[in-house]
């Protein structure tokens, strides 16, 4: 027997740093917003606390323009750009971030590190990544509504109720099975290689 998911959203966190691939994301996460009737958080992360005013009414003048049925909640965070975001998706119990990529790979990716990379690693929710060539399209549809006799709020693994995306239950088994495959690939001797 299949247990029914849902999955509900309704605090979605969009990431921006007022580059093309942010605001393609930023683009998606509205549409998604709108489907889903979700609160639609902005968050702009800057290296310096000075810089916190001007980007807050940046921040203001990019993203006036209201959606309809979507509450729009601005922030600016000083720090480290993938710590921050992290941080925010924690206290505001954000259900799923949205952000860009920039593609880079290669010694580019080396250097200058990735900040989605990071933020799904590290995110305690999921997370939608849309890439500099993505075309992001959603076709016309009712929104989700969550139907009374299921529960809010479950595990996305084990479909139980849960006021987590995904319950401590499963988290252990996931971790255990990342820690027994990494312990496997690092026994002396083995090359990863299955002959």
Not at 32 to 37: D, N
Request: glycine content about 6%; charged content about 25%; hydrophobic content about 40%.
């Amino acid at each position: 027997m299949t247990a029914h998911r849902t999955f509900v959203v309704r605090d979605m966190l969009a990431t921006t740093d007022f580059s093309a691939p942010s605001s393609q994301a930023l683009g998606a996460a509205r549409t998604l917003a709108e489907h889903f009737g979700a609160r639609l958080h902005v968050l702009h992360v800057v290296a310096d606390e000075s810089e916190r005013k001007t980007t807050e009414a940046k921040l203001e003048s990019e993203i006036a323009e209201p959606i309809e049925g979507v509450k729009v909640v601005r922030a600016v965070s000083a720090g480290q750009p993938a710590a921050e975001i992290v941080k925010y998706a924690e206290r505001e119990q954000i259900d799923v971030i949205v952000m860009g990529t920039h593609g880079r790979s290669g010694l580019a990716r080396v250097f200058m590190g990735s900040v989605a990379e990071a933020v799904v690693r590290n995110a305690p929710c999921q997370v939608l990544t849309i890439g500099p060539r993505a075309q992001v399209t959603l076709e016309a549809t009712p929104p989700v509504v969550a139907s009374p006799e299921i529960p809010q709020s479950q595990c996305l693994v084990c479909a139980k109720p849960s006021p987590e995306t995904i319950c401590d239950s499963c988290k252990a088994h996931i971790q255990g099975e990342a820690l027994e495959r990494k312990r496997r690939e690092e026994r002396p001797g083995h090359w990863g290689l299955s002959i």
